[in-house]
């Protein structure tokens, strides 16, 4: 038995949860929290957006980072999905410490281990699509295997938006472009699992 739900409450998953920074006019620092944002193209991320402080900011600079949120960064991810730019100074409230991106014009915030540094490509505020192109990374050594980052040292988490929680991704369960092998080498119906 199967139940249809309406498409308002589709549950789209994985999604991310994405920790946008940026600095208003006057250098201010302030932080959002997506979960609409997906990888668009090699050194690309898009990321869909209402009009908020953050969007505000970005048409004014050109310019943000992306953070990953983490089981670590959890209670900072959620506040800054909740309250706006606009009327308080989340960054203070949440008692972080930010330095200015060393590739652009945008704050990185202390705590999370994995930044994307983003020049605006294009902001479409009728359609909501933020494009940036990546033009650095910032990575913690501490979340580094053999120079790679290792989301079990990571721990990011996603936005699971059935049930309005966060979760940490899980386990390395098959390697990919390998795993599919098994039946793309194997004779009709015939593969084991
Ligand atoms: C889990 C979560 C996910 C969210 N995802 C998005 C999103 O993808 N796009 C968006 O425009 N707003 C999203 N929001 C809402 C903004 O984060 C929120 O309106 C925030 O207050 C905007 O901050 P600002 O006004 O300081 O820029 C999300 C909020 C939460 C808690």
């Known amino acids: 038995m199967t139940k249809e739900f309406d498409a308002h409450n589709s549950v789209i998953t994985p999604e991310g949860v ?32 209402s009009k908020h402080k953050t969007t505000d900011n970005i048409e004014k600079t050109g310019e943000f980072t992306v953070a990953f949120g983490t089981v670590d960064t959890v209670t900072l991810c959620d506040y800054f999905g909740i309250e706006s730019g606009n009327n308080v100074d ?22 999370f281990p994995l930044v994307l540094e983003c020049k605006c490509r294009s902001w479409d505020a ?27 040292k990571m721990k990011p988490i996603i936005y699971d938006t059935g049930m309005q929680t966060y979760r940490v991704i899980g386990e390395v369960v098959a390697k990919a472009y390998s795993e599919g092998l098994k039946i793309k080498k194997s004779g009709d119906g015939k593969w084991d699992n």
């Open 18 to 49: 994405f920790v946008i920074g940026t600095y208003d006019e006057s250098g201010k620092a302030n932080a959002m929290t997506a979960a609409w944002g997906i990888q668009s193209d090699f050194g690309e991320i898009t990321i869909y957006m």
């Open 90 to 111: 989340k960054i203070k409230k949440a008692g972080c410490v930010v330095n200015k991106a060393p590739n652009v014009n945008a704050p990185i915030i202390e705590g």
């Open 126 to 152: 009728s359609t909501g699509i933020l494009v940036g192109e990546i033009v650095a990374q910032q990575v913690d050594e501490s979340i580094l295997t053999d120079g790679h980052v290792d989301l079990g």
